[in-house]
């Protein structure tokens, strides 16, 4: 069965250091990924995502950044944080090619930058 | 691009009674998917229910259904029978049958009174 893996639950970075999540999905390959930042009590922002090895997709221009080093990695990454950043981000696959296929959400983590 | 609105931040409903939840989305394509999803005070993502645009007839899961208007580009949740179990915040998404973008709106927060 599939499984996705996303970590840390939690963190807390202080303004203008850098950031790693990632997220990793097993049993399944050639996945689509996605990451999403949920602000407090709103809705789901798509950052990126991603259709293969090295194909990112930007929907938010902004300072963070995301790698797909591998077929179930996904990484999202900034150099230096902002205030702004905080909030909870999910890590999704759901399989590629068409039909309403699932999507299939991580356990979030919430970063609170200060 | 693909915007999906839905209107009401918060709703609440007595326990066992019908409530009726609205999205709608704008796009230009004829074929694509639409999807309801459930994040409970757990914040873990579950799927409720999906419709193919191609197919006139509601989709219905057990005390789910849809009311899908394709000429309007809405696409509501019913909500029958209401359990403690349903308070949730709800989202619609959006995906274009011939692409990967999976595009969420604000949510609603809908909470189930006994």
């Known amino acids: 069965s599939q499984t996705i893996h996303q970590w840390p639950a939690t963190l807390v970075q202080p303004v203008g250091s850098p950031l790693s999540l990632e997220c990793t999905v097993e049993?399944?390959?050639?996945?689509?990924l996605y990451w999403y930042r949920q602000a407090a009590g709103r809705g789901l922002q798509l950052l990126f995502y991603?259709?293969?090895?090295?194909?990112i997709s930007s929907e938010v221009p902004q300072n963070l950044s995301a790698s797909r080093p591998q077929d179930r990695q996904f990484i999202l990454s900034s150099k230096k944080l902002l205030l702004s950043d905080s909030g909870f981000y999910l890590c999704?696959?759901?399989?590629?090619?068409?039909?309403?296929?699932?999507?299939?959400f991580g356990q979030g983590t919430r970063l609170t930058v200060v | 691009a693909q915007t999906v609105t839905q209107s009401q931040p918060e709703m609440s409903v007595q326990e066992a009674e019908t409530v009726t939840l609205s999205c709608t989305y704008d796009?230009?394509?004829?074929?694509?998917?639409l999807f309801w999803y459930k994040q409970p005070p757990s914040r873990q993502m579950i799927l409720v229910i999906r419709?193919?645009?191609?197919?006139?007839q509601n989709a219905t899961e057990n005390r789910f259904s849809v009311n899908f208007q394709k000429a309007a580009k809405s696409f509501s949740l019913k909500i029958s029978d209401s359990q403690l179990g349903d308070t949730a915040m709800y989202f619609c998404?959006?995906?274009?049958?011939?692409?990967?973008?999976?595009?969420f709106g604000a949510g609603t927060i809908l909470r189930v009174k006994s």
């Open positions: 999704a696959w759901r399989s590629s090619g068409t039909g309403a296929t699932e999507a299939f």
């Open positions: 049993g399944t390959s050639n996945p689509n």
């Open positions: 991603s259709v293969g090895i090295g194909q």
């Open positions: 796009t230009s394509e004829n074929n694509y998917y």
């Open positions: 419709q193919e645009a191609y197919k006139q």
């Open positions: 998404a959006f995906m274009s049958r011939y692409g990967n973008k999976l595009v």
